[in-house]
Structures are given as structure tokens and as C-alpha cells.
RNA sequence: GCCUCCUUAGCUCAAUGGUAGAGCGCCGCUUUUGUAAAGCGGGGGUUGCAGGUUCAAGUCCUGCAGGAGGCUCCA
């Protein structure tokens, strides 16, 4: 017990306890346990996960690191530790098979880890397997994890003469006075080592089971004008058991993809010969966006909106006046010239808008005026961009613009947010995040409009109304549009992206540019405050989240087809066609199969389709008028009289119902 | 836009540099069937496109297009 002194760990339980200062976590883990000693990867001293065998100097928060937490999950900080390790083991094996190799950069990230390293030769997803083969010879040696730690010039010294312009970067940007090494063995200078912050788990042994996923470009710094390194991406689980799972959940998900279900469901289609990003809307698309529609319509005439519609193409001089060309020029498509003029298809609609409200002179009575389009754009997105029905080139927006005074922005705003909150219901849309965009000081004149005192002015309104409103949200510097603060809904959908699904934006600088104005009641000219706000973002991206979220089961009343009717033998063709008939007539998206296949064959037909209601007529329904009901999944929902389907099925789409109401 | 990989029938996938195939779907016939695939037969391809190497190219090389995974971007 060196010198004596004592230090304090508070143990999660609240429990206060005293130990020598230099003390390990390993020391004071095996004081609580043997199991816990045997189990313990890292702890946690404030809050900061630092090596098992790091000396305990001061009192703090004292929390033992394992692989699963109390209620038998796996533990983040567990497999934080196992990632940041195994992807050293990796560059290990990388080195060893291609010793040119210069590391770069190489985290834990949430589903797994990678590491960025520049080499000439081109590791390809044959090469994964010897690469994994290479690790495993380095995690059967149960190499200690030792840290290493130098005064900042000594380390940097150190950096310097290995001569990897990279971890000299690294070493330069690190914090604090001491640089830190992490040696995979016991001899520094001889064992694998790389710059590293820490903390690793006390041997490589610990990596119970790890892959190498994937090998992509990035660009060094993630600058796009710096050169392209190769990143080879991997996971690490404590157990192949949870390695095994990961891995199935990666299979389920890729069968959400949208881009599968939307073939299978034939919702949309690409088509080489019309273009990249450029979807077609088949004929169950087609049905999906009018039910989005219908659903925006109504809220919006609800709020007080009003339907407009302008054309998909405007002269040069618009966005010149908006100011959209200098910032945005590079996503819109080519201008087209005719008649000595050059026009532009639009991006946006915001300035057909403004210049709806110029169309007329506007009183304050008049205001908020609310104008509403469902308008179609197109964005000139790099081709590298394009993904499915995320992210394409020409698209929808369920787009509005509120014109209002400054009195009137937070009932206004408010009320925006609250539409948001409304339609997610409707949807069961409950993880998402409200992102509060702001502007940065560097890029004013630049990103963002040379107004910095309105900009500070409005987004201390917004906040203000936010907070107002109860509305949870996470701010983020330097996200704004170019006009003014944003507010963006972002969503993750089962491929584990994260999307912006609606978004919403004040504009404080456009209206002024058109000069927009209205007739105050002092008789004085004003300018308005525009709200750009888009609950349903477009048809494309929120369709595509769609078809992810229920994995193509869509409720009844989104789902394209709704009820199938299926007879057993030819014999009730009539009487299907009856069925048939009472089902469109109550404005059901109805269809048949009148096939001389099986019964099984048809129910199996229905079910690939995710039809929600399958309706099988045989001798005994006929005889009776009445339909036999399978809904969506195995389920036997009973006998029913045509008449009584109809009105369930009827109050389940007015009702926009997220689950069925029939029930067996 | 950048890096890597991929592209064979509508879909999922086979085919040592040596005569392009299967399953499902589609069409026809048979079957008249009660809740996850009845039987038989048929049609379907300039192997993404354009060049090149070779006696011979789906296979090797080059370019282009489209797609995938990333990076960068995203009003």
C-alpha cells in the first residue's frame, strides 16, 4: 500500500467504499467478486471507461465494465472495449500481411468498428477470411493490452521517426500533455503497438468472436479533397452466440429494405432508359400516395390552408432574386434556354410561393396565410447519393408555406409541430429526434445569409418556442439552411439509416429579397416571416420509411391492396364477382382470384402480396352471402356476413387504424 | 463526384475459355380443390452496352451505363 493514501469509490449501488490510491480496477473488481474479477473488461470512474489495470488515483463514481449489464443485455461501454480492441487485432493482422500498410484511424462505431489505412493494394472480400484467420492466431495468444504513456513531445518524437504522416496527425490533434501507445503484448518495441487514446480490454483473448464486414473508400478527415483511403469495416461480439445473432438481424433487415419490398409489392419501379433517381410510380405506388395525400389535405384544410399549384419551371431571375443559385446551383438540374431566356426546373417551390403571396396585395388581416402544395421538384443529387426511394432526383413534397407575423410565429410554429406529432401518430412513428439546426458564424455570407443579427434574433425565438411547446429537441450548430434556422425530424429506418423525414424552416431573409410585404394596421409596409414546413417530407422518402417501418405490412387503410377475394372451386365464381362488386362499390382497393389453383396456393399468393384481408368463398359462403375472413398472417378472423366486413373493414380505413379490428 | 465490388430469363441463382441452364412466376391443358406451393406441357436470352484478345468469350482486357457497400454531399 504505497504512501498510505485513500481514495473513495462510490459503487453504483450508492455504497461508499476505501481503497489505496494507486489501487486497479482489476484490485478493487476482485474485492467485490470472484465472478465480477473473472468478467470485468474495463470501469467506468465518472463516467469515463478506462482500462481494468489503469492505477485508481483519485475518488470517483466507480462502476465495473462487463459484457452484459444487470438485466442481461449487452452492455455499450462492454462492447465499446471489445470493438476499440479487436480493431487494433485487425490492423495487427493488416499489418502483418501487408507490413507497407500505414494506419490511420480506426474507432468502435455502433455496429461494430473499422479501421482507415492507406496501402496500395486493394484488400478485396476474398482476402476477409485470411485477414480473420490472422486474428484469430493473435486473440489465441491472449496478448495483454499495455499501456504506454510519454510526455507529448517524447511521444511525438516517437511518431515522427516511424514516419506515418498520419499518426503524427493523430498525435498532433490528440489532447492533454501525455500521449498514450497501446502495445498488444508486454514489449513495447517489439509487440504490435499504435497511438491510442484507450481503453482496451485486458487481453486479446477477450474477443470472444469478431468478422471482417466490409472494405469502402474514405476520405481522409472525411475531406473530400483529400485522398482515399481504404476502410475495413468489422464487428466484435463478446460470444459467437452474439456475433451469430448480429449477424441474423443484418439478414432480417435486408429484407425490409424497401428497394426489395417495393419490387415485390410492386410499388415502384427504375427504369435505366428514363434515368437514375427518377422512380416510377406503379399502379399500388400510385394508390399509397393518395392516401398520403387525402391524410395531408385534411389536416391541412383543417390548419387553415389553402391549395395552390405553380408550374414546375421558372425563369433564371427567380433564384437569382431568392439567392438560391450562388448557394445551391450544383444540386439543381441544368438550366434549359429558349427564347434568349434561360429557365430552371425547380428545386423547391418556396419562390413560386412568394410570388403567390406578391400576386395580390396583402393586408395584416390576411395573414397567416398558409399556402399548401403537394409540388413536384428536382434536385441534381450527385449520383454516388442515390438510394432507392431516399434519396432521388425528382420528388413530391407535401409542402406548405405560412406567412406570418412576428406575433403570430409561435402559435404558428407551435401548430406546425403539433401537425408533425399528429400525422407520426397515425403512422406509429415513435423513435424520432426533432433536430434544431443553427447556423455557424464561419459560414455567414458564405452557407448562410450575411445577416447575423436576425439570425441570433430568430433562433432565440425558436428555441424559446420550442421550449414553450414541451417539444423535445436536440440543437446542432451549423445545420441551418441558408435562410434561416431548420428543424429536422430525423428518422432511422431498419436498414439502420438515419433519414430527415420532415422537416421544417424558418426563413427570415427570402421574403425580404422578393419583397414581400403586407399593410400593417398602422398602415406602415412589413415584411412577413415565411415558415417552410414539409410534416410528410416527400411521397419518395417517406413511401420508402414506410415500406421499412411495417416491413410492407401496411395498415388497411395505406395498404394498396386491401382485400382479396378468392374463391375455393369455380363453382362460387359468381358469387365472388358479387363480392367483388360490394367492395369496390364501398371504395375498397379490392382485386380476385378466381384461379383454378388450390385454396393454398392462393391464400400463399395473398400472403406474399401482404394483402391484410383475404376473403375465401366456398359452397357453404355462397350459400349463406357470407365471406370466410383471413387477415394478414395466419390469422382465421371467422365467417362473416358480406355486410358486416364491409363496415369493419370500412370504420378500419376511415379510422386509419394501425392494427385491424376484426378480431378471430 | 470519389473508392471498391457487382450486372446471366420477370425474380432468385447455376454454368474449367469449348453447344447458355434450374427453381419460382408467366401462358396453355388436365385437375374442382376449404386456408402457406396440384400435375403435365409451352414460351421466354444479342449473358447491361460498345470495343478488344483468342481457333473459340457469360468467363480474360478496356471504355461506358446501371446497381450495391462506404466516403463526401443533402434546400
Same mark, same amino acid.
Given at each position: 500500500?504505497? =504512501?498510505?493514501?485513500?481514495?473513495?469509490?462510490?459503487?453504483?449501488?450508492?455504497?461508499?467504499?476505501?481503497?489505496?490510491?494507486?489501487?486497479?480496477?482489476?484490485?478493487?473488481?476482485?474485492?467485490?467478486?470472484?465472478?465480477?474479477?473473472?468478467?470485468?473488461?474495463?470501469?467506468?470512474?465518472?463516467?469515463?471507461? @478506462?482500462?481494468?489495470?489503469?492505477?485508481?488515483?483519485?475518488?470517483?463514481?466507480?462502476?465495473?465494465?462487463?459484457?452484459?449489464?444487470?438485466?442481461?443485455?449487452?452492455?455499450?461501454?462492454?462492447?465499446?472495449?471489445?470493438?476499440?480492441?479487436?480493431?487494433?487485432?485487425?490492423?495487427?493482422?493488416?499489418?502483418?500481411?501487408?507490413?507497407?500498410?500505414?494506419?490511420?484511424?480506426?474507432?468502435?462505431?455502433? =455496429?461494430?468498428?473499422?479501421?482507415?489505412?492507406?496501402?496500395?493494394?486493394?484488400?478485396?472480400?476474398?482476402?476477409?477470411?485470411?485477414?480473420?484467420?490472422?486474428?484469430?492466431?493473435?486473440?489465441?495468444?491472449? @496478448?495483454?493490452?499495455?499501456?504506454?504513456?510519454?510526455?507529448?513531445?517524447?511521444?511525438?518524437?516517437?511518431?515522427?521517426?516511424?514516419?506515418?504522416?498520419?499518426?503524427?496527425?493523430?498525435?498532433?490533434?490528440?489532447?492533454? =500533455?501525455?500521449?498514450?501507445?497501446?502495445?498488444?503484448?508486454?514489449?513495447?518495441?517489439?509487440?504490435?503497438?499504435?497511438?491510442?487514446?484507450?481503453?482496451?480490454?485486458?487481453?486479446?483473448?477477450?474477443?470472444?468472436?469478431?468478422?471482417?464486414?466490409?472494405?469502402?473508400?474514405?476520405?481522409?478527415?472525411?475531406?473530400?479533397?483529400?485522398?482515399?483511403?481504404?476502410?475495413?469495416?468489422?464487428?466484435?461480439?463478446?460470444?459467437?452466440?452474439?456475433?451469430?445473432?448480429?449477424?441474423?438481424?443484418?439478414?432480417?433487415?435486408?429484407?425490409?429494405?424497401?428497394?426489395?419490398?417495393?419490387?415485390?409489392?410492386?410499388?415502384?419501379?427504375?427504369?435505366?432508359?428514363?434515368?437514375?433517381?427518377?422512380?416510377?410510380?406503379?399502379?399500388?405506388?400510385?394508390?399509397?400516395?393518395?392516401?398520403?395525400?387525402?391524410?395531408?389535405?385534411?389536416?391541412?384544410?383543417?390548419?387553415?390552408?389553402?391549395?395552390?399549384?405553380?408550374?414546375?419551371?421558372?425563369?433564371?431571375?427567380?433564384?437569382?432574386?431568392?439567392?438560391?443559385?450562388?448557394?445551391?446551383?450544383?444540386?439543381?438540374?441544368?438550366?434549359?434556354?429558349?427564347?434568349?431566356?434561360?429557365?430552371?426546373?425547380?428545386?423547391?417551390?418556396?419562390?413560386?410561393?412568394?410570388?403567390?403571396?406578391?400576386?395580390?396585395?396583402?393586408?395584416?388581416?390576411?395573414?397567416?396565410?398558409?399556402?399548401?402544395?403537394?409540388?413536384?421538384?428536382?434536385?441534381?443529387?450527385?449520383?454516388?447519393?442515390?438510394?432507392?426511394?431516399?434519396?432521388? @432526383?425528382?420528388?413530391?413534397?407535401?409542402?406548405?408555406?405560412?406567412?406570418?407575423?412576428?406575433?403570430?410565429?409561435?402559435?404558428?410554429?407551435? =401548430?406546425?409541430?403539433?401537425?408533425?406529432?399528429?400525422?407520426?401518430?397515425?403512422?406509429?412513428?415513435?423513435?424520432?429526434?426533432?433536430?434544431?439546426?443553427?447556423?455557424?458564424?464561419?459560414?455567414?455570407?458564405?452557407?448562410?445569409?450575411?445577416?447575423?443579427?436576425?439570425?441570433?434574433?430568430?433562433?432565440?425565438?425558436?428555441?424559446?418556442?420550442?421550449?414553450?411547446?414541451?417539444?423535445?429537441?436536440?440543437?446542432?450548430?451549423?445545420?441551418?439552411?441558408?435562410?434561416?434556422?431548420?428543424?429536422?425530424?430525423?428518422?432511422?429506418?431498419?436498414?439502420?439509416?438515419?433519414?430527415?423525414?420532415?422537416?421544417?424552416?424558418?426563413?427570415?431573409?427570402?421574403?425580404?429579397?422578393?419583397?414581400?410585404?403586407?399593410?400593417?394596421?398602422?398602415?406602415?409596409?412589413?415584411?412577413?416571416?415565411?415558415?417552410?414546413?414539409?410534416?410528410?417530407?416527400?411521397?419518395?422518402?417517406?413511401?420508402?420509411?414506410?415500406?421499412?417501418?411495417?416491413?410492407?405490412?401496411?395498415?388497411?387503410?395505406?395498404?394498396?391492396?386491401?382485400?382479396?377475394?378468392?374463391?375455393?372451386?369455380?363453382?362460387?365464381?359468381?358469387?365472388?364477382?358479387?363480392?367483388?362488386?360490394?367492395?369496390?362499390?364501398?371504395?375498397?382497393?379490392?382485386?380476385?382470384?378466381?384461379?383454378?389453383?388450390?385454396?393454398?396456393?392462393?391464400?400463399?399468393?395473398?400472403?406474399?402480396?401482404?394483402?391484410?384481408?383475404?376473403?375465401?368463398?366456398?359452397?357453404?359462403?355462397?350459400?349463406?352471402?357470407?365471406?370466410?375472413?383471413?387477415?394478414?398472417?395466419?390469422?382465421?378472423?371467422?365467417?362473416?356476413?358480406?355486410?358486416?366486413?364491409?363496415?369493419?373493414?370500412?370504420?378500419?380505413?376511415?379510422?386509419?387504424?394501425?392494427?385491424?379490428?376484426?378480431?378471430?
Amino acid at each position: 500500500m504505497p =504512501d498510505g493514501k485513500a481514495i473513495e469509490l462510490v459503487f453504483p449501488d450508492g455504497s461508499k467504499h476505501s481503497f489505496p490510491e494507486g489501487t486497479t480496477g482489476a484490485a478493487v473488481a476482485a474485492s467485490i467478486g470472484k465472478r465480477l474479477a473473472a468478467d470485468a473488461l474495463a470501469v467506468k470512474l465518472d463516467g469515463e471507461i @478506462r482500462d481494468l489495470n489503469r492505477p485508481i488515483t483519485r475518488s470517483a463514481a466507480f462502476q465495473v465494465v462487463t459484457p452484459l449489464n444487470r438485466k442481461k443485455e449487452l452492455d455499450p461501454d462492454g462492447l465499446y472495449c471489445v470493438r476499440h480492441s479487436a480493431a487494433h487485432v485487425m490492423a495487427e493482422a493488416l499489418c502483418r500481411l501487408w507490413p507497407e500498410t500505414k494506419l490511420v484511424y480506426g474507432p468502435p462505431v455502433d =455496429d461494430g468498428f473499422y479501421y482507415d489505412i492507406d496501402l496500395e493494394h486493394k484488400i478485396s472480400t476474398e482476402e476477409f477470411a485470411k485477414i480473420e484467420a490472422e486474428m484469430k492466431k493473435i486473440v489465441a495468444e491472449k @496478448r495483454p493490452f499495455t499501456r504506454v504513456e510519454m510526455p507529448r513531445a517524447e511521444g511525438m518524437k516517437k511518431v515522427q521517426a516511424e514516419g506515418n504522416v498520419y499518426k503524427v496527425d493523430n498525435a498532433e490533434r490528440a489532447e492533454g =500533455d501525455v500521449l498514450s501507445f497501446y502495445v498488444t503484448g508486454e514489449k513495447p518495441g517489439a509487440d504490435f503497438e499504435d497511438l491510442c487514446r484507450g481503453p482496451h480490454v485486458p487481453d486479446t483473448g477477450r474477443i470472444g468472436a469478431y468478422k471482417v464486414m466490409s472494405v469502402a473508400g474514405a476520405y481522409w478527415h472525411g475531406d473530400a479533397s483529400k485522398q482515399q483511403l481504404q476502410r475495413v469495416y468489422g464487428t466484435a461480439f463478446h460470444t459467437q452466440e452474439q456475433l451469430d445473432k448480429h449477424l441474423a438481424l443484418l439478414d432480417e433487415a435486408k429484407k425490409r429494405d424497401h428497394r426489395k419490398i417495393g419490387r415485390e409489392l410492386s410499388i415502384y419501379a427504375y427504369d435505366d432508359e428514363v434515368g437514375p433517381g427518377l422512380p416510377l410510380w406503379l399502379p399500388n405506388g400510385g394508390a399509397m400516395i393518395e392516401e398520403l395525400e387525402r391524410l395531408a389535405k385534411e389536416a391541412e384544410f383543417a390548419g387553415g390552408y389553402q391549395r395552390v399549384k405553380s408550374p414546375h419551371i421558372c425563369k433564371e431571375q427567380l433564384y437569382i432574386k431568392s439567392g438560391h443559385l450562388p448557394y445551391y446551383a450544383d444540386s439543381m438540374f441544368p438550366p434549359m434556354e429558349f427564347e434568349g431566356v434561360k429557365y430552371y426546373i425547380k428545386p423547391m417551390n418556396c419562390p413560386h410561393h412568394h410570388k403567390i403571396f406578391a400576386a395580390e396585395p396583402r393586408s395584416y388581416r390576411d395573414l397567416p396565410l398558409r399556402l399548401a402544395e403537394y409540388g413536384s421538384c428536382y434536385r441534381y443529387e450527385q449520383s454516388g447519393e442515390l438510394f432507392g426511394l431516399m434519396r432521388v @432526383r425528382s420528388m413530391q413534397m407535401n409542402d406548405a408555406h405560412i406567412y406570418c407575423t412576428i406575433e403570430q410565429f409561435e402559435q404558428e410554429f407551435l =401548430d406546425v409541430c403539433k401537425m408533425y406529432l399528429s400525422h407520426f401518430k397515425v403512422f406509429g412513428i415513435d423513435k424520432f429526434v426533432m433536430r434544431f439546426s443553427t447556423h455557424g458564424k464561419e459560414g455567414l455570407g458564405k452557407k448562410y445569409v450575411n445577416e447575423p443579427e436576425l439570425w441570433l434574433k430568430t433562433e432565440a425565438m425558436v428555441r424559446e418556442t420550442l421550449r414553450k411547446g414541451d417539444i423535445p429537441t436536440e440543437e446542432v450548430a451549423n445545420e441551418a439552411a441558408f435562410y434561416g434556422p431548420k428543424i429536422d425530424v430525423q428518422v432511422w429506418s431498419a436498414i439502420g439509416r438515419e433519414f430527415t423525414l420532415a422537416t421544417n424552416q424558418v426563413d427570415f431573409a427570402v421574403p425580404k429579397r422578393f419583397n414581400l410585404a403586407y399593410k400593417a394596421a398602422d398602415n406602415t409596409d412589413q415584411t412577413p416571416l415565411c415558415i417552410h414546413r414539409a410534416p410528410l417530407g416527400t411521397h419518395e422518402r417517406f413511401i420508402g420509411f414506410l415500406i421499412e417501418h411495417f416491413a410492407g405490412n401496411f395498415p388497411l387503410w395505406l395498404a394498396p391492396q386491401q382485400v382479396r377475394v378468392a374463391n375455393i372451386t369455380d363453382k362460387q365464381e359468381d358469387f365472388g364477382k358479387k363480392v367483388l362488386k360490394a367492395l369496390r362499390d364501398a371504395g375498397l382497393r379490392a382485386d380476385a382470384d378466381f384461379g383454378h389453383g388450390k385454396i393454398n396456393a392462393k391464400v400463399l399468393e395473398s400472403e406474399r402480396l401482404k394483402i391484410p384481408y383475404l376473403l375465401v368463398i366456398g359452397e357453404r359462403e355462397a350459400a349463406a352471402g357470407s365471406v370466410a375472413v383471413r387477415g394478414r398472417g395466419r390469422r382465421d378472423l371467422g365467417v362473416l356476413s358480406l355486410e358486416r366486413f364491409i363496415e369493419e373493414a370500412e370504420k378500419e380505413v376511415n379510422t386509419r387504424a394501425l392494427d385491424t379490428s376484426l378480431k378471430a
